[in-house]
């Protein structure tokens, strides 16, 4: 049998949590293994037909998904977005706390990956770092100004919160983007909603300490079964201060 490595883990919990309500979970029988493998493949296959819609969005909202300045982070070769098939990127960034094994062969040379070990951004002299365990810290000042985080597992969303925030925040150089997307009748569906909403304050007072008028971009739409909802910070917004403050 196929061991899960962790980016695996944390995708297949994902699974069950959108599949499956806390009774139905207790009814799981791990007898059948196959058939339930066969449902995760099959949820998917529909995960990769919703990404496209969602960068579609980005882009309408003024976002260039396929900067060599725009970086997803944090999630592993399972559901990268930017790892997804049909989503066909020539510039665009990953930052995974994962290893590089499972993206596809184009995309090998724009990760900056941590293979596995614990990763944290930093600020020094009000320049953003990437630091990994035993590692040199790497400047990404010029290099990322864009960071998208789409669906986050639990275990990294606090990451997000109280890592990436306070990173733009202090360096006032670049974009957040937090993502959801999924299927109306996913039973995490309500949980996932509500994470963006709660991000609502941050962004507002994220806003308000740099003098923005419209500092965020929340956008939301459902196509078919699809749902797709994101909060970000406003790359038009930004650009306006910057040209204000010359």
């Not at 997307?181 to 507002?204: A, H, N, R």
Request: glycine share 4%; net charge negative.
């Amino acid at each position: 049998m196929k061991y899960f490595n962790d980016s695996e883990k944390e995708s297949f919990k994902q699974f069950l949590e959108a599949e499956f309500d806390e009774d139905s979970k207790e009814k799981i029988d791990i007898n059948d293994l196959k058939s339930l493998m066969m449902e995760y493949k099959e949820w998917k296959e529909t995960r990769c037909l919703i990404d496209p819609v969602l960068l579609e969005m980005l882009v309408e909202d003024g976002y260039d998904v396929d900067s060599p300045h725009f970086a997803e982070i944090q999630k592993g070769a399972e559901d990268s977005i930017f790892n997804n098939p049909l989503v066909p990127t020539k510039n665009s960034k990953i930052i995974t706390p994962y290893s590089k094994v499972g993206f596809k062969t184009e995309l090998k040379d724009r990760i900056i990956t941590c293979d596995d070990r614990l990763v944290y951004l930093s600020v020094k002299n009000n320049l953003p770092y990437i630091n990994t365990e035993g590692e040199k810290p790497i400047c990404l000042h010029n290099a990322i100004d864009t960071y998208m985080l789409a669906n986050p597992y639990d275990a990294h969303y606090p990451k997000f919160e109280y890592g990436y925030l306070p990173l733009i925040h202090k360096t006032k150089t670049g974009d957040v983007i937090l993502a959801v997307t999924g299927q109306v009748t996913d039973k995490d569906y309500e949980k996932k909603i509500s994470m963006i909403e709660s991000l609502l304050p941050v962004f507002k007072a994220f806003g308000e300490n740099n003098g923005y008028i419209n500092p965020y971009i929340v956008n939301s739409t459902t196509v078919k079964d699809g749902y797709y909802m994101y909060i970000a910070t406003n790359p038009k917004e930004r650009e306006v201060t910057h040209v204000r403050t010359k």
